[in-house]
């Protein structure tokens, strides 16, 4: 069974279902109000678990009844926790997501305990980092603690992998111990300044990545797929288009699927993105982050046996 550590935010959404994305100064009507599980870590662990991986957490929730049940629900995925704190000194994380009747959405965060994360908290977790195939990371928790747990799991032949997610600057010495980026074509032109509108600038891009030291980029396209690029092959493979209800969690479906059925050479990356498109095309169909994140099975259910 892959053993995955997620590094990352775990967040209590809360989702405003409004007509229209509100322009600047505009005041709307909300026409419903739900909330959910969510988080871009704790959906990416919960994807990857819905996908046959051991996953093992760290991070951080306050001690206030959002933190009790964002560690209930993830503790009733079989997810191991241990390296979760409770701080006294912040709230759980919390997101509001604007959601239009297009389903598409604007995402506000709030990191709260998600901040606290730091490097001793990593040290700490290390033989959970070491114990791992892969390590995942994200943005919604401090990049120092990120640097610690990818140097971590290089010095053990750990397989790094990045989904810069929200669009931030990157750093080279992040980069130099990143095996996997997986950004999506804005957070990709936040970071290499290259716009990933055509193949050759989408080959540009892995030009850079490779040059800073990184194995593989994968670009998501949304409605386009999914690029990859080692250096030696690319290609585009294709998404499975449906009607979107929700797009919320739908990338962090895709990291957490896709990780989960990796092989740790890589040779596999396309068939791994494929069903990684395939379980967050299930994820868009419905509503919420986390309650929407498909299992192994669902996936097979709905695409058939030979995933
Ligand atoms: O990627 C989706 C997630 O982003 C939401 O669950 C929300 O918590 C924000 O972190």
Known sequence: MTKISVLGSINLDTTLHINHIPLPGETLHVSEKSSAAGGKGANQAVSAQRSGAQVSFIGAVGLD????????????????????????????????IMLDE????????DAGANAKVDSDQIKEASETIKNSDYIIAQFETPIP???????????????????????????????????????????????????VD?????????????????????ITLGERGVFYCDGNRHGLVPAHTVKA??????????????????????????????????????????????PSIPTKEKVEEVYGKEN
């Open 145 to 195: 603690a990120t640097i610690e747990a990818f140097k971590i799991a290089k010095e053990n032949g750990v397989i790094t992998i990045l989904n810069p997610a929200p669009a931030s600057e990157v750093s080279d010495e992040l980069l130099s111990v990143t095996d996997i980026i997986a950004p999506n074509e804005t957070e990709s032109a936040a970071i290499t300044g290259i716009e």
């Open 245 to 290: 209800v929700d797009t919320t969690g739908a990338g962090d479906t895709f990291i957490g699927a896709m990780s989960a059925v990796l092989v740790p050479d890589l040779s596999n990356i396309d068939e791994a993105i494929d069903y990684g498109q395939k379980a967050s095309s299930i994820t868009v169909q419905n509503l919420g982050a986390m």
């Open 102 to 109: 297009k389903g598409q959405n604007s995402i506000l965060v």
């Open 65 to 96: 009844d959002g933190g009790k049940f964002m560690l209930d629900t993830m503790k009733n995925e079989g997810i191991d926790l241990s390296q979760v704190k409770k701080r006294k000194d912040a709230d759980t994380g919390a997101a509001t």
């Open 198 to 218: 055509n193949e050759e600038n989408m080959l540009k891009t892995a030009e850079y990545f490779k040059s800073k030291g990184v194995k593989m980029t994968l």
